[in-house]
């Protein structure tokens, strides 16, 4: 296993040095962030980022993401030039030795929550997604800014779009996303990169938008369109465990046994009763997951890709960016880790 930190660059207000100071950290997860979905990256910006790492003691090997224009998951005219220029950024990525790619295919929105600073009994806060306050909800008819959506859009355009998803369905998003991979995958296989997909958080439709990357069946479909190792998952059992339904540690194990998980997100969720859900700590006894079985399913399947602390909450006063301030989740590193030493030493 490969412990990493997501880092979002300079204008990130964590530095480099407090992330390498975590114990067992090795490689940093970031993004070009100075273009829009779409453009090419700049080499400079890549290189920039190589340096930076490494000046740190630290390997930057992972991107996420390379965000899929909305054009590419609706099949729109101009799909072929976006596939090119996608491609073009993995061949970038990997000359500047990134070795595993993140995304998502989601429509619209990458994640939703209606509080980002839910405070608990401690006084810590995370971010939640509470059904009382998404119902009455609609996109269609009210002028909606939830926490985390992309602001840039405008009322007129966030319809537009659902209309746009409404007509093409669940099955024109797959046919899609076949598309995507079988440009995008060939490549990736040529430089050596993992393509991970993250799946759609929460795991079920919002607002009626398509949503495939949701369950054990889906991801079955999902990793027959391409069989190749490259096309693999970014396992976020935070976001998957969202859903009652899914049994993330017996995902976790098959997945991870047929060789196909590229990237572990590691976080803990309380569902509630209502389906409504909180981000919580990392241990085990403060969320729905049971992260040692998780880690012992890992270790237990030879897994050696990546794994990053998902999500932390706010802690010791520390302010920032939502689910990524430096202290929680740097603990939950330590706690992943303490897990892998233990089921790793169980196993000789
Ligand atoms: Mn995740």
Not at 160 to 171: P, T
């Amino acid at each position: 296993m490969k412990m990493s930190f997501r880092w979002y660059g300079e204008s990130d207000p964590i530095s480099l040095e407090y992330i390498s100071q975590i114990p067992g950290m090795r490689s940093i997860v970031s993004a070009v962030y100075d273009v829009k979905p779409g453009e090419v990256w700049p080499e400079e910006s890549l290189a920039r980022m190589k340096e930076q790492c490494e000046a740190h003691g630290l390997v930057f090997d992972v991107v996420e993401s390379i965000p899929v224009h909305e054009d590419i998951k609706l099949g729109r005219n101009n799909v072929d030039e976006l596939l090119d220029v996608y491609c073009e950024n993995i061949r970038r990525c990997a000359k500047y030795g990134v070795k595993c790619v993140t995304y998502n295919f989601m429509p619209v929105f990458d994640w939703t929550r209606t509080q980002l600073d839910k405070k608990a009994p401690d006084g810590s806060t995370s971010l939640v997604m509470y059904w009382d306050q998404m119902r009455g909800l609609d996109p269609l008819k009210d002028d909606i800014h939830l926490p985390g959506w992309d602001s840039s859009y405008s009322q007129e355009e966030v319809r537009e779009l659902i209309s746009a998803y409404g007509a093409i369905g669940e099955e024109g998003l797959w046919r899609n996303l076949e598309k995507f991979l079988k440009k995008v995958i060939p490549v990736a296989e040529e430089c050596g990169v993992v393509m991970a997909i993250h799946p759609d958080d929460p795991p079920y439709p919002i607002f009626g938008l398509p949503r495939i990357i949701t369950c054990e069946e889906h991801l079955d479909r999902f990793l027959k369109i391409v069989d190749s190792p490259a096309n693999s998952l970014c396992l976020c059992t935070g976001s998957l465990g969202c859903a009652k339904t899914n049994d993330v540690a017996k995902m976790v194990r098959k997945y991870s046994e047929m060789g196909r998980i590229g990237f572990m997100h590691i976080r803990n969720v309380k569902i509630m009763e209502d389906g409504s859900f909180e981000e919580r700590a990392h241990l085990s006894r403060c969320g729905s997951l049971d992260i040692y079985e998780i880690v012992k399913n890992l270790v237990e399947t030879g897994f050696d890709g990546y794994v990053r602390p998902d999500h932390g909450r706010m802690i010791w006063g520390e302010t920032g960016k939502p689910g990524y301030g430096l202290f929680d989740r740097a603990l939950g590193a330590t706690y992943i880790n303490g897990l892998f030493e233990a089921c790793e030493k169980d196993r000789k």
